[in-house]
């Protein structure tokens, strides 16, 4: 005979119907009752304990980009969910699948302004896909399948469902349900000869790669249908893993800083086909590359959600089509005859230019140092970041070498990275995984270090540390030139920290310190940190705080 069962057990088996094996979060009292049923899975969903809400939601959404799958985060209610709420933003920014499941007071006193009470549909309303409260045990199994149904078709994105104390303690009987299935739409074989001719009239194409819901497979398909036409590809910010950058038909990033020689040759194409990429303002130039609403370019614009297509900029060609089904459609592409070899061979010998290493101010070049960690990490590692100007060194002389070897938020969001390397740790625990942070930026998540810790993750993170926030000082310099005011930071000792964590630890201050002291860190036998101390002048690979205010003085 069968009994009913809690909110909060219904809420688990929907869970493992699901096929979720792993969640993060911090412990709330307003849902204990989750908690407690989660042992009843006999370690089949484990619970991973973050230190704060922030980071638990940001290794959800790195779990959701590694995977594919919705990224699931418990917080409890108020405080919990408020800290959480950067990393609800940073999903539904970067289109990661992911469900963050709430507390919440009773329904008894509701709208009261209970403890910790806030009204989750109007605070999450406009970063995330869809916003509920389930109020009935009978009801959960419903909500959750709609939840992952929606986090992961069209535009992926996050979903928030919030839950009440008396709900998960109320009583239903379970009812049949399979998991969840992606849903999206196939482009027709009309569109294909549509792209075969535009592509043969063309002389100067270029393929941008960019946005979320790509699979292995997928990028594969692309890969072969840019080497049987020679194309020249392009990926957006913070998405260089979509394509091998060592491919010759790689030409490098379209991000803030970008290869000027690769902004000109946006301009210059004949023929856009923009798969995936939203083509935001950061990916041209602040919207500068593409006119507005009609390119100058012919563009053929692929993206998941037909509600972002036209959003912007009217192509000659949008096309509604989940991303996997697009590429595999590319395999049956009619042939074309290539009219742009030259082309191809002198934007990827731009990119190798844009790569060498760059003269620099102080004692530590990171360009000589992300030069040596280019040639020395074996293809398969994943290496993460959160934000701020020390990244532009990793996203321009870094070769990410294939999907999935890079996690960075393209919201732009500062302390992503270290939580970002546990989430990928866990979830491959034998492939190398390398964290970059600068001083400001670590700060802001440097406590998930004991998380790292604690379930013993041998990772390398790497502490830039040039006693600022680089990205705000650079354009307050560009501004205010020599009017310092709230950008200079008073820096713990990071080695110290790492200490207190057992990690293996060291500074280095010389750029022909960095080779030994990175490889005493990968052959440690636990997680390890460098702080690299950086000249406070470098503030970019293309420029000093001097020379910004020698510019300023000139205007």
Same mark, same amino acid.
């Given at each position: 005979m069968e009994?009913?069962r809690?909110g ?17 979060g911090?412990?709330g009292?307003?849902y204990?009752s ?5 042992l009843?899975?006999?370690?089949? %969903?484990?619970?991973i304990?973050?230190r ?5 939601a940001?290794? $959800?959404?790195?779990?959701?980009k590694m995977?594919?799958r919705p990224?699931?985060?418990?917080v409890?209610r108020?405080?919990?969910?408020c800290?959480a709420s &950067? ?5 539904f920014?970067d289109?990661?699948?992911?469900? *963050?499941?709430?507390g919440q007071?009773g ?25 509920a409260q ?6 959960v199994?419903?909500?959750?399948s709609?939840?992952f149904h ?5 535009r ?7 839950l009440?104390?008396d709900?998960q ?5 379970p009812?049949? $349900?399979?998991?969840y299935t992606r849903?999206?739409?196939h ?5 294909m000869q549509?792209?075969a001719?535009?592509?043969a009239?063309s002389?100067k194409?270029?393929?941008i790669?960019g946005?979320?819901?790509?699979t !292995?497979?997928?990028?594969?398909s ?8 020679n ?5 957006s910010?913070?998405r260089?893993?979509?394509?091998d950058?060592?491919?010759?038909h790689y ?9 000027p020689?690769?902004?000109q040759?946006? !301009? ?6 923009s &798969?995936?990429?939203r083509l935001?303002?950061l990916q041209t130039a ?5 006119? &507005?609403p009609?390119?100058?370019?012919k +563009?053929i614009h692929?993206l ?18 989940g991303?996997?089904e ?5 395999q /049956? ?11 191809? /061979?002198?934007a990827?010998r731009?990119y190798?230019a844009?790569?060498e ?6 004692? +530590?070049? +990171?360009?000589e ?5 280019r040639?020395?990490l074996p293809a398969?590692s &994943?290496v993460t970041n959160g934000a701020?100007n020390?990244?532009?060194?990793v996203?321009?002389f870094?070769?990410?070498?294939? *999907?999935?070897?890079q996690l $960075? ?6 302390g992503?990275?270290v939580? /970002?390397?546990?989430?990928? !740790?866990?979830?491959e625990?034998?492939?190398?995984v390398?964290?970059? /942070?600068?001083?400001g930026?670590? *700060?802001m998540?440097?406590q998930e270090?004991?998380?790292?810790a604690r ?7 790497i502490v830039?540390n ?5 990205t %705000?000082?650079?354009?307050q310099?560009r501004?205010?030139p020599?009017r ?6 008073c820096n713990p000792?990071?080695?110290k +920290?790492?200490d ?6 060291e ?14 860190a990968w052959a ?7 702080e690299?101390?950086?000249?406070p002048?470098?503030?970019s690979?293309r420029t000093?705080i001097? $020379? ?5 003085k000139k205007?």
């Amino acid at each position: 005979m069968e009994y009913g069962r809690s909110g909060a057990r219904l809420l688990v088996d929907a869970l493992q119907l699901h096929g979720v094996d792993r969640v993060f979060g911090v412990p709330g009292e307003s849902y204990l009752s989750v908690l407690d049923a989660m042992l009843d899975t006999d370690g089949a %969903i484990e619970f991973i304990v973050c230190r704060q809400e922030g980071g638990a939601a940001y290794m $959800a959404d790195a779990y959701g980009k590694m995977t594919g799958r919705p990224g699931i985060c418990f917080v409890t209610r108020g405080p919990g969910a408020c800290n959480a709420s &950067i990393g609800l933003h940073t999903a539904f920014q970067d289109s990661t699948p992911m469900i *963050m499941f709430i507390g919440q007071v009773g329904t008894d006193v509701l709208e009261r302004e209970g403890f910790q009470e806030i009204d989750y549909r109007r605070m999450f309303g406009p970063v995330s896909k869809w916003v509920a409260q389930i109020d009935r045990a009978d009801r959960v199994a419903e909500f959750v399948s709609r939840a992952f149904h929606t986090a992961v078709s069209g535009r992926p994105g996050p979903v928030v469902l919030v839950l009440p104390e008396d709900m998960q303690q109320a009583s239903s009987m379970p009812v049949i $349900a399979r998991p969840y299935t992606r849903v999206s739409a196939h482009p027709g074989p009309a569109v294909m000869q549509d792209i075969a001719s535009r592509l043969a009239a063309s002389k100067k194409p270029l393929l941008i790669l960019g946005g979320s819901g790509w699979t !292995k497979e997928a990028c594969q398909s692309v890969a072969g249908f840019a080497a049987r036409l020679n194309l020249p590809v392009a990926c957006s910010f913070r998405r260089q893993d979509l394509f091998d950058n060592r491919d010759r038909h790689y030409v490098g990033d379209l991000s803030p800083g970008m290869n000027p020689s690769l902004a000109q040759r946006v !301009k210059d194409a004949d023929l856009l086909i923009s &798969i995936g990429s939203r083509l935001g303002e950061l990916q041209t130039a602040g919207y500068s590359l593409l006119d &507005i609403p009609m390119p100058r370019q012919k +563009l053929i614009h692929v993206l998941p959600g037909a509600e972002e297509l036209g959003r912007v900029y009217q192509g000659d060609l949008l096309i509604n089509a989940g991303l996997p089904e697009f590429a595999a459609a590319l395999q /049956a592409l009619p042939p074309v005859e290539v009219a742009w070899h030259d082309w191809t /061979a002198d934007a990827r010998r731009d990119y190798e230019a844009w790569q060498e290493t760059q003269p620099q101010v102080g004692t +530590l070049n +990171l360009s000589e140092v992300m030069a040596y960690l280019r040639d020395r990490l074996p293809a398969e590692s &994943i290496v993460t970041n959160g934000a701020g100007n020390y990244a532009i060194w990793v996203h321009r002389f870094y070769r990410y070498t294939g *999907m999935r070897t890079q996690l $960075a938020p393209t919201s732009g969001a500062m302390g992503y990275g270290v939580p /970002a390397a546990v989430a990928a !740790k866990l979830l491959e625990p034998d492939r190398p995984v390398l964290c970059f /942070a600068g001083d400001g930026c670590f *700060m802001m998540n440097g406590q998930e270090l004991a998380t790292a810790a604690r379930y013993q993750l041998k990772i390398i993170f790497i502490v830039i540390n040039n006693g600022m926030y680089g990205t %705000i000082r650079m354009h307050q310099e560009r501004e205010y030139p020599g009017r310092v005011s709230g950008t200079m930071l008073c820096n713990p000792s990071f080695t110290k +920290l790492a200490d207190a964590y057992d990690m293996h630890a060291e500074r280095v201050d010389r750029t022909v310190d960095f080779a030994p002291a990175f490889e005493r860190a990968w052959a440690a036998e636990k997680a390890a940190l460098i702080e690299l101390t950086l000249d406070p002048d470098a503030i970019s690979p293309r420029t000093t705080i001097s $020379a910004l205010r020698a510019q300023a003085k000139k205007r």
